[in-house]
């Protein structure tokens, strides 16, 4: 399973950014997907998780009321809309399928992942 991370970027504090997550080789669509995020020094964190049906979402309450995770399975694309966004949330953001609730997996590949940063 190769996932593919996209839409990163530099933006000032109180921006937006819409993170975009695909999959090489395989469809999205009968998978729980997570986003994480990993800042330098610090460990990788759960940031928001779908389920398959697209009915539960999950949210790191760091971010709750700022970013909105969706899925488009016809486009096999999962998307993290963050807004209002904080030098906080500078960081390389990744999306792999969950462990236990919106925690990062243990074992398996990581894709290249895609860098946020915010700043002034």
């Known amino acids: 399973m190769q996932f593919v991370e996209s839409g990163g970027g530099s933006v000032q504090p109180g921006g937006s950014l819409r993170l975009s997550c695909t999959a090489s080789g395989f469809t999205l669509d009968h998978n729980d997907i997570g986003w994480f995020r990993q800042a330098p020094g610090k460990e990788r964190e759960g940031v928001s998780c779908?389920?398959?049906?697209?009915?539960?979402?999950y949210y790191a309450d760091s971010v709750k009321g700022r970013f909105i995770i969706s899925r488009d399975n016809a486009k096999n694309t999962v998307y993290l809309q963050m807004n209002n966004l904080k030098p906080e949330d500078t960081a390389v953001y990744y999306c792999?399928?969950?462990?236990?609730?919106?925690?990062?997996?243990?074992?398996?590949?990581w894709g290249q992942g895609t860098q946020v940063t915010v700043s002034s």
């Open positions: 792999r399928g969950p462990r236990g609730v919106c925690m990062p997996p243990l074992f398996g590949s």
């Open positions: 779908i389920n398959n049906s697209n009915i539960s979402t």
